[in-house]
Protein backbone atom coordinates (compact mmCIF):
# COMPACT_ATOMS: atom_id res chain seq x y z
CA UNK A 1 0.00 0.00 0.00
CA UNK A 2 3.15 2.39 0.06
CA UNK A 3 2.56 5.21 -2.78
CA UNK A 4 6.28 5.18 -4.28
CA UNK A 5 7.42 8.06 -7.25
CA UNK A 6 8.63 6.02 -10.35
CA UNK A 7 11.77 7.41 -11.40
CA UNK A 8 11.24 8.45 -14.41
CA UNK A 9 8.27 10.72 -13.24
CA UNK A 10 10.37 11.97 -11.11
CA UNK A 11 12.68 13.22 -13.82
CA UNK A 12 9.72 14.94 -15.61
CA UNK A 13 8.20 16.05 -12.89
CA UNK A 14 10.46 18.02 -10.36
CA UNK A 15 7.15 18.92 -8.04
CA UNK A 16 6.44 15.06 -7.77
CA UNK A 17 9.43 15.02 -4.95
CA UNK A 18 7.68 17.70 -3.09
CA UNK A 19 4.19 16.39 -3.28
CA UNK A 20 5.32 12.87 -1.90
CA UNK A 21 7.65 14.03 0.78
CA UNK A 22 4.00 15.13 2.56
CA UNK A 23 2.91 11.10 2.69
CA UNK A 24 4.56 10.76 6.02
CA UNK A 25 2.90 13.78 7.87
CA UNK A 26 -0.26 12.68 5.82
CA UNK A 27 0.07 8.98 7.37
CA UNK A 28 0.89 11.00 10.53
CA UNK A 29 -2.05 12.49 10.68
CA UNK A 30 -4.71 10.02 9.26
CA UNK A 31 -3.67 7.27 11.93
CA UNK A 32 -4.12 9.39 14.96
CA UNK A 33 -7.39 10.84 13.06
CA UNK A 34 -8.35 7.04 12.99
CA UNK A 35 -6.88 4.93 14.91
CA UNK A 36 -5.95 2.39 11.70
CA UNK A 37 -2.44 2.42 9.73
CA UNK A 38 -4.91 0.26 7.13
CA UNK A 39 -7.49 3.14 6.71
CA UNK A 40 -4.85 5.80 7.12
CA UNK A 41 -3.01 4.27 3.98
CA UNK A 42 -6.31 4.74 2.33
CA UNK A 43 -7.05 7.76 2.80
CA UNK A 44 -3.64 9.30 1.40
CA UNK A 45 -4.39 7.10 -1.35
CA UNK A 46 -7.38 8.40 -2.29
CA UNK A 47 -5.81 12.17 -1.24
CA UNK A 48 -3.22 11.12 -4.06
CA UNK A 49 -5.68 10.30 -6.52
CA UNK A 50 -7.39 13.43 -6.17
CA UNK A 51 -4.62 15.51 -6.29
CA UNK A 52 -3.50 13.85 -9.52
CA UNK A 53 -6.94 14.09 -10.65
CA UNK A 54 -6.43 17.75 -10.96
CA UNK A 55 -5.14 19.42 -14.50
CA UNK A 56 -1.65 20.31 -14.50
CA UNK A 57 -2.31 24.09 -14.50
CA UNK A 58 -5.01 23.72 -11.13
CA UNK A 59 -2.12 21.64 -9.64
CA UNK A 60 0.07 24.79 -9.88
CA UNK A 61 -2.07 27.68 -9.40
CA UNK A 62 -2.18 25.63 -5.56
CA UNK A 63 0.04 27.86 -3.84
CA UNK A 64 0.88 25.37 -0.82
CA UNK A 65 0.46 21.55 -2.07
CA UNK A 66 1.05 20.16 1.34
CA UNK A 67 -1.64 22.64 2.97
CA UNK A 68 -4.16 21.27 0.09
CA UNK A 69 -3.35 17.88 0.77
CA UNK A 70 -3.53 17.81 4.34
CA UNK A 71 -7.10 19.69 3.93
CA UNK A 72 -7.90 16.95 2.00
CA UNK A 73 -7.00 14.45 3.53
CA UNK A 74 -8.56 15.51 6.90
CA UNK A 75 -11.96 15.97 5.32
CA UNK A 76 -11.59 12.52 4.03
CA UNK A 77 -10.92 11.43 7.95
CA UNK A 78 -13.55 13.63 8.49
CA UNK A 79 -16.25 11.90 6.97
CA UNK A 80 -14.64 8.61 7.72
CA UNK A 81 -14.79 8.83 11.67
CA UNK A 82 -18.84 9.50 11.02
CA UNK A 83 -19.36 6.13 9.06
CA UNK A 84 -16.96 4.16 11.74
CA UNK A 85 -18.99 4.80 14.23
CA UNK A 86 -21.72 2.76 12.89
CA UNK A 87 -19.37 0.33 11.50
CA UNK A 88 -18.00 0.15 15.14
CA UNK A 89 -21.67 -0.29 16.35
CA UNK A 90 -21.74 -3.47 14.07
CA UNK A 91 -18.08 -4.83 15.17
CA UNK A 92 -18.46 -8.22 16.94
CA UNK A 93 -16.75 -7.63 20.57
CA UNK A 94 -14.48 -4.56 21.73
CA UNK A 95 -13.08 -2.36 19.40
CA UNK A 96 -9.31 -1.42 20.38
CA UNK A 97 -7.53 1.25 18.12
CA UNK A 98 -4.90 -0.70 15.59
CA UNK A 99 -1.33 -1.13 16.93
CA UNK A 100 1.52 -0.09 15.17
CA UNK A 101 3.77 -1.84 14.17
CA UNK A 102 7.69 -1.81 15.88
CA UNK A 103 9.26 -5.56 15.80
CA UNK A 104 12.35 -3.99 18.00
CA UNK A 105 12.86 -5.77 21.38
CA UNK A 106 13.17 -3.22 23.93
CA UNK A 107 15.71 -2.98 26.93
CA UNK A 108 15.12 -0.52 29.92
CA UNK A 109 11.87 1.48 28.03
CA UNK A 110 13.93 1.98 25.15
CA UNK A 111 13.43 -0.37 21.53
CA UNK A 112 16.65 -1.12 20.38
CA UNK A 113 14.87 -2.77 16.77
CA UNK A 114 13.49 -0.22 13.68
CA UNK A 115 9.88 -0.88 12.16
CA UNK A 116 9.04 -2.71 9.42
CA UNK A 117 9.39 0.33 6.52
CA UNK A 118 11.39 2.93 8.81
CA UNK A 119 10.67 5.92 6.06
CA UNK A 120 6.99 5.32 6.66
CA UNK A 121 6.95 4.82 10.67
CA UNK A 122 4.57 6.68 12.25
CA UNK A 123 6.70 9.22 15.06
CA UNK A 124 6.36 7.15 18.44
CA UNK A 125 5.00 9.83 20.90
CA UNK A 126 2.85 10.36 22.99
CA UNK A 127 -0.11 11.12 20.75
CA UNK A 128 -0.06 7.82 19.84
CA UNK A 129 0.21 5.34 22.85
CA UNK A 130 -2.80 3.31 23.29
CA UNK A 131 -4.18 4.75 26.25
CA UNK A 132 -4.49 8.31 24.41
CA UNK A 133 -5.74 7.12 21.49
CA UNK A 134 -8.64 5.14 23.91
CA UNK A 135 -9.46 8.50 25.15
CA UNK A 136 -9.66 9.75 21.26
CA UNK A 137 -12.27 7.25 20.25
CA UNK A 138 -14.38 9.26 23.04
CA UNK A 139 -14.43 12.51 21.12
CA UNK A 140 -16.99 13.43 18.36
CA UNK A 141 -15.33 13.33 14.92
CA UNK A 142 -15.70 17.07 15.15
CA UNK A 143 -13.17 17.16 18.29
CA UNK A 144 -11.31 15.06 17.42
CA UNK A 145 -10.09 16.42 13.92
CA UNK A 146 -10.10 19.88 15.48
CA UNK A 147 -8.01 18.84 18.48
CA UNK A 148 -5.58 16.73 16.35
CA UNK A 149 -5.07 19.32 13.61
CA UNK A 150 -4.59 22.49 16.16
CA UNK A 151 -2.86 20.70 19.37
CA UNK A 152 -1.02 18.01 18.22
CA UNK A 153 0.35 19.53 14.54
CA UNK A 154 -0.17 23.05 15.56
CA UNK A 155 -2.36 23.68 12.56
CA UNK A 156 -4.04 27.27 13.33
CA UNK A 157 -8.06 27.55 13.89
CA UNK A 158 -8.25 29.18 10.64
CA UNK A 159 -7.16 26.69 8.61
CA UNK A 160 -8.67 23.86 11.20
CA UNK A 161 -12.34 25.71 10.38
CA UNK A 162 -11.56 24.89 6.53
CA UNK A 163 -11.11 21.44 7.14
CA UNK A 164 -14.00 21.17 10.04
CA UNK A 165 -16.57 23.28 8.08
CA UNK A 166 -16.87 25.43 11.40
CA UNK A 167 -15.90 28.74 12.67
CA UNK A 168 -12.54 29.31 14.01
CA UNK A 169 -14.12 30.01 17.13
CA UNK A 170 -16.30 26.78 17.48
CA UNK A 171 -13.00 24.73 16.34
CA UNK A 172 -11.40 26.94 19.22
CA UNK A 173 -14.35 25.31 21.74
CA UNK A 174 -13.85 21.82 20.35
CA UNK A 175 -10.19 21.54 21.06
CA UNK A 176 -10.45 22.88 24.57
CA UNK A 177 -13.62 19.99 25.05
CA UNK A 178 -10.78 17.43 23.85
CA UNK A 179 -8.37 19.07 25.76
CA UNK A 180 -10.63 18.43 29.14
CA UNK A 181 -11.12 14.93 27.67
CA UNK A 182 -7.72 13.80 27.74
CA UNK A 183 -7.08 15.57 31.32
CA UNK A 184 -9.64 13.66 32.52
CA UNK A 185 -8.85 10.73 31.44
CA UNK A 186 -4.77 10.41 31.62
CA UNK A 187 -2.89 9.68 34.65
CA UNK A 188 0.06 11.59 35.54
CA UNK A 189 2.62 9.37 33.34
CA UNK A 190 4.71 6.90 34.60
CA UNK A 191 8.77 6.89 33.70
CA UNK A 192 8.93 4.62 30.95
CA UNK A 193 11.61 2.87 32.19
CA UNK A 194 9.59 1.90 35.06
CA UNK A 195 6.60 0.67 32.83
CA UNK A 196 9.23 -1.93 30.76
CA UNK A 197 10.51 -3.39 34.33
CA UNK A 198 6.42 -3.68 35.64
CA UNK A 199 5.34 -5.39 32.21
CA UNK A 200 8.94 -7.82 32.01
CA UNK A 201 7.21 -8.48 35.70
CA UNK A 202 4.04 -9.24 34.64
CA UNK A 203 5.15 -11.24 31.63
CA UNK A 204 6.96 -13.31 33.93
CA UNK A 205 4.26 -13.70 36.55
CA UNK A 206 1.88 -14.62 33.36
CA UNK A 207 4.44 -17.18 32.13
CA UNK A 208 4.71 -18.47 35.14
CA UNK A 209 1.29 -18.81 36.00
CA UNK A 210 1.44 -16.87 39.40
CA UNK A 211 -1.83 -15.89 40.07
CA UNK A 212 -0.67 -14.08 43.12
CA UNK A 213 2.09 -11.75 41.55
CA UNK A 214 -0.67 -11.43 38.76
CA UNK A 215 -2.65 -9.57 40.94
CA UNK A 216 -0.28 -7.31 42.89
CA UNK A 217 0.69 -5.80 39.57
CA UNK A 218 -2.83 -5.02 38.84
CA UNK A 219 -4.35 -2.52 40.08
CA UNK A 220 -7.71 -2.82 41.57
CA UNK A 221 -10.12 -1.63 39.57
CA UNK A 222 -8.11 -2.64 36.59
CA UNK A 223 -10.08 -3.41 33.18
CA UNK A 224 -9.01 -5.67 30.40
CA UNK A 225 -9.90 -5.79 27.37
CA UNK A 226 -10.33 -7.64 23.92
CA UNK A 227 -10.32 -6.76 20.30
CA UNK A 228 -10.63 -9.89 18.16
CA UNK A 229 -13.63 -9.03 15.68
CA UNK A 230 -15.11 -12.68 16.02
CA UNK A 231 -12.21 -13.72 13.90
CA UNK A 232 -10.14 -15.01 17.04
CA UNK A 233 -11.21 -16.53 20.28
CA UNK A 234 -11.10 -13.70 23.04
CA UNK A 235 -13.52 -12.36 25.79
CA UNK A 236 -16.49 -10.25 23.99
CA UNK A 237 -16.67 -8.09 26.81
CA UNK A 238 -14.25 -6.17 28.98
CA UNK A 239 -12.84 -8.15 32.18
CA UNK A 240 -13.22 -6.37 35.56
CA UNK A 241 -10.92 -7.00 38.47
CA UNK A 242 -7.46 -8.02 39.30
CA UNK A 243 -8.50 -11.42 40.36
CA UNK A 244 -10.87 -11.67 37.61
CA UNK A 245 -7.79 -10.97 35.44
CA UNK A 246 -5.69 -12.88 36.62
CA UNK A 247 -7.47 -15.86 36.54
CA UNK A 248 -8.29 -15.33 32.80
CA UNK A 249 -5.00 -14.65 32.05
CA UNK A 250 -3.81 -17.98 33.81
CA UNK A 251 -6.75 -20.22 32.28
CA UNK A 252 -6.11 -18.64 29.26
CA UNK A 253 -1.93 -19.79 29.25
CA UNK A 254 -3.25 -23.04 30.37
CA UNK A 255 -5.96 -23.01 26.99
CA UNK A 256 -3.20 -22.47 24.50
CA UNK A 257 0.09 -24.44 25.26
CA UNK A 258 3.53 -23.53 23.58
CA UNK A 259 2.71 -19.80 23.17
CA UNK A 260 6.08 -17.48 23.14
CA UNK A 261 5.89 -13.74 24.93
CA UNK A 262 8.22 -11.79 22.96
CA UNK A 263 9.23 -7.88 24.83
CA UNK A 264 8.32 -5.20 22.33
CA UNK A 265 7.50 -1.67 21.73
CA UNK A 266 3.45 -1.33 21.42
CA UNK A 267 2.17 2.20 20.34
CA UNK A 268 6.17 4.09 21.94
CA UNK A 269 5.70 1.94 25.27
CA UNK A 270 6.73 -1.30 26.46
CA UNK A 271 4.21 -4.08 25.51
CA UNK A 272 4.23 -7.67 24.83
CA UNK A 273 4.02 -9.75 21.42
CA UNK A 274 2.35 -13.26 21.73
CA UNK A 275 3.30 -15.66 19.08
CA UNK A 276 2.40 -19.63 18.27
CA UNK A 277 4.24 -21.64 16.17
CA UNK A 278 6.05 -18.19 15.13
CA UNK A 279 2.61 -16.15 14.28
CA UNK A 280 1.92 -13.33 15.99
CA UNK A 281 -1.97 -14.32 17.47
CA UNK A 282 -1.86 -11.10 20.11
CA UNK A 283 -0.49 -7.41 20.80
CA UNK A 284 -1.05 -6.38 24.23
CA UNK A 285 -0.56 -2.75 25.40
CA UNK A 286 -0.80 -1.14 28.76
CA UNK A 287 -1.99 1.78 30.54
CA UNK A 288 0.42 1.93 33.64
CA UNK A 289 -0.60 4.71 36.55
CA UNK A 290 2.06 4.37 39.14
CA UNK A 291 3.09 0.74 40.05
CA UNK A 292 0.08 -0.36 39.00
CA UNK A 293 -1.26 -1.71 35.80
CA UNK A 294 -4.72 -0.22 35.18
CA UNK A 295 -5.77 -0.84 31.95
CA UNK A 296 -4.62 -4.35 29.35
CA UNK A 297 -5.64 -3.81 25.72
CA UNK A 298 -5.54 -7.08 23.54
CA UNK A 299 -5.47 -7.16 19.93
CA UNK A 300 -6.32 -10.38 18.38
CA UNK A 301 -8.72 -9.18 15.54
CA UNK A 302 -5.70 -10.72 12.59
CA UNK A 303 -6.58 -8.15 10.24
CA UNK A 304 -5.63 -5.62 12.62
CA UNK A 305 -1.74 -7.43 13.08
CA UNK A 306 -1.12 -7.46 9.34
CA UNK A 307 1.30 -4.84 9.88
CA UNK A 308 2.87 -6.93 12.61
CA UNK A 309 3.23 -10.34 10.36
CA UNK A 310 3.82 -8.42 6.89
CA UNK A 311 4.94 -5.13 7.46
CA UNK A 312 2.01 -3.99 5.62
CA UNK A 313 2.30 -5.68 2.20
CA UNK A 314 -0.06 -7.05 0.49
Not at 83 to 94: L, P, T
Not at 157 to 180: D, H, N, Y
Request: hydrophobic fraction near 40%; include cysteine.
Amino acid sequence: MTIEPEPTDSRLDPSLNAIMSERRQLINLAYRLLGSLADAEDVVQETYARWYAMPRAQQEAIESPGGWLTKVAGRICLDLLGSARVRRERYVGEWVPEPLPDRGEWRDGRSDGTAADPADRITLDESINMAFLVVLESMTPAERVAFILHDIFRYPFAEVAEIVGRSPAACRQLATSARRRIAAAQPAATPTAQQADIVKDFKHAWESKDINALIRLLDPGVTGIADSGGLARAALHPIEGAERIARYLVDFIDRTPGLTMLERTVNGQPGLVIQMDQTITSVVAFDIASDRIKRIWAVRNPDKLRWWTTGGSD
